[in-house]
């Protein structure tokens, strides 16, 4: 599990609980059902009607991506591409399908089968070129229905804050019990923005951080692999292939290389 997702949440939903306790607020009276079932189930049923019902299918998954830690190791990337750069220096290309068995990632082994079984060079690179679009795609669907609820939340927060307003207008018996009721139906609006802010959005900014780091390995495994087909020098390669690394961990791996030799 990702601790800095749960982490992250938790203290943004116990900030602002905590921030309304301290101003003399009472617990109690942020628990509202009427408010909570007109925002988050106005929020879930605007946000199904946006998108189609299969890319509603992998909600829960997407939910589970964002609060899994999934390591994308692109250091072990590079390494892996260039010693397989090394073996076909020796070996020829051919001899790259005895690795095959041992790849996990099948955007990698699938851009290796095309370069052993001798496909054109410029077919290889568009053929992945074109993977990591519909990778981009699907990603981005997933990341836009949060967007989407952090957007209709708000509104929905404001539209059950009016129809409370509405109710208590319309039914007032006495002056004294004006205020408590206003209070209430107010906090549809505090529901609506604070999903929004607190849960909605991050969870998008969290999967589109994860698309991120993804596409950028895919990007780099494209690279190792167009130019481990093309035969250039190993060292080359890996010169080629730091550059997607930030700073820090460029070090690292000059250092790592250091030390090998």
């Known amino acids: ?60 998954q997407l939910i589970m991506l964002a609060l899994r830690n999934k390591p994308y190791d692109t250091a072990k990337a590079i390494e892996d591409i260039v010693a397989m750069a090394e073996e076909a220096r020796r070996e020829g290309l051919l001899h790259l399908e005895n690795r095959l068995p041992e790849i996990d990632d099948p955007y990698l082994k699938k851009g290796l089968q095309l370069v052993i079984d001798g496909t054109d060079p410029e077919l290889v690179k568009n053929i992945l070129e074109v993977e990591i679009y519909t990778i981009e795609e699907r990603h981005h669907i997933g990341s836009s229905i949060f967007e989407a609820a952090g957007g209709y939340a708000p509104t929905m927060g404001i539209i059950g804050t009016v129809m409370g307003l509405v109710h208590v207008l319309g039914s007032i018996t006495s002056p004294e019990n004006l205020g408590p009721a206003i209070a209430v139906a107010f906090m549809a609006t505090l529901y609506g923005v604070g999903s929004a802010n607190v849960l909605w959005l991050p969870l998008a900014s969290k999967l589109s951080n994860i698309s991120q780091k993804e596409i950028l390995l895919k990007q780099l495994m494209m690279e190792g692999i167009v130019s481990l087909q093309a035969g250039y020098n190993p060292i080359l390669i890996r010169e080629r292939l730091v550059a997607y690394l930030n700073p820090s961990a460029r070090n690292r791996s000059g250092e790592e290389e250091e030390e090998m030799e």
């Open 1 to 60: 599990m990702d601790l800095a997702t749960i982490i992250g949440f938790v203290v943004g939903v116990c900030s602002l609980i905590a921030g309304f306790v301290w101003e003399g607020g009472h617990l109690g009276a942020l628990f509202q059902p009427s408010a909570a079932l007109i925002v988050f189930g106005g929020t879930i049923g605007a946000t199904m009607f946006s998108f189609a019902p299969q890319d509603l299918k992998v909600v829960p």
